[in-house]
């Protein structure tokens, strides 16, 4: 196989990670293309970031630029931000008029597992997330993660974005299906799986619990999940990680394998400034 054709080979993975990553993102939310950009929006749960962008920028000329911002300024009224998805794909002309005005700039991780999984779990139980109890038992974990992810990048947390992240997962389900690893019937560990698009799945949001950790639950998820999506017609599967954390490590040594960056561009603004 010749070096160009395992470029476009690893090209066009890389565009269906990012797809799929996209398509994520998305679920049980609102969507619309307008302006050259597709938007995702959710009016009830106006401070979460992932839940209201604009990604899968086209525009590339000003007047393009222009319209999208304005655009943007009218749909997303009712937020105290905005942000956008960026990738390899984006204009550059977008991103640099995003640096103009002054976004901020935080990159996601895209891995992709396209062989079979190199992981030896340990005999763990998982079991899904069914029930109301269940979902109680993950929003407490949930909140757990959202409190270590503030104090990790020194932020003053906010106790309504943790409501909201746990509110905002449920709407994922189905198609996503959540999972717990548990020991001796508790669950302290959880993260899902996608069957995802055109034969891609994805897996997300992997978390154990503090005082749990190093005893295999992630590890047992990982190859769970994995082989979820698997079952249910997905070859190649994604994971998205945060590249200031520990876990894209864990993903590694599993061969998942760096395919692509995804770039949230923020902007916070100010109260004088929002809508009322």
């Known amino acids: 196989m010749t070096s160009a054709l395992i470029s476009l080979q690893n090209a066009e993975l890389a565009c269906k990670a990012l797809d799929v990553d996209a398509a994520n993102l998305a679920l049980g939310h609102e969507t619309f293309e307008a ?24 525009a590339s000329t000003p007047e393009e630029i222009d319209g999208l911002l304005a655009r943007v300024e009218r749909e997303y009224d009712y937020a105290a931000h905005r942000e956008f998805g960026v990738d390899f794909r984006t204009p550059p002309a977008f991103v640099a008029r995003l640096l103009l005005d002054g976004y901020e700039r935080r990159d996601s991780l895209v891995m992709v597992l396209d062989r079979d999984l190199d992981a030896r779990p340990s005999d763990i139980e998982i079991r899904p997330v069914q029930t109301e109890d269940d979902w109680r038992k993950y929003a407490a974990l949930k909140k757990l993660d959202w409190l270590e992810h503030e104090r990790r990048i020194k932020n003053s947390s906010e106790p309504a974005v943790g409501d909201a992240l746990y509110a905002v997962a449920r709407l994922t389900q189905p198609p996503v299906q959540y999972w717990f690893a ?10 899902n799986s996608w069957a995802g698009i055109d034969g891609v799945g994805q897996v ?39 590249p200031t954390d520990t876990p894209k490590e864990i993903y590694a040594a599993m061969e998942f394998r760096p395919v692509a960056v995804y770039s949230h561009y923020l902007k916070r603004l100010p109260k004088a400034a929002r809508s009322p």
Do not use: M, W
């Open 35 to 58: 302006c050259g950009a597709s938007f995702v929006r959710n009016r009830t749960y106006p401070l979460i970031y992932d839940a209201n962008h604009v990604a899968q920028i086209r």
């Open 182 to 191: 548990c020991l001796k019937g508790r669950p302290l560990a959880y993260f």
């Open 204 to 242: 997300e949001d992997l978390f154990t619990h503090p005082k749990f950790r190093h005893r295999g639950l992630a590890t047992a998820l990982i190859h769970h999940c994995v082989l979820e999506c698997r079952r249910n017609g997905a070859g190649p599967v994604v994971i998205v990680a945060d």
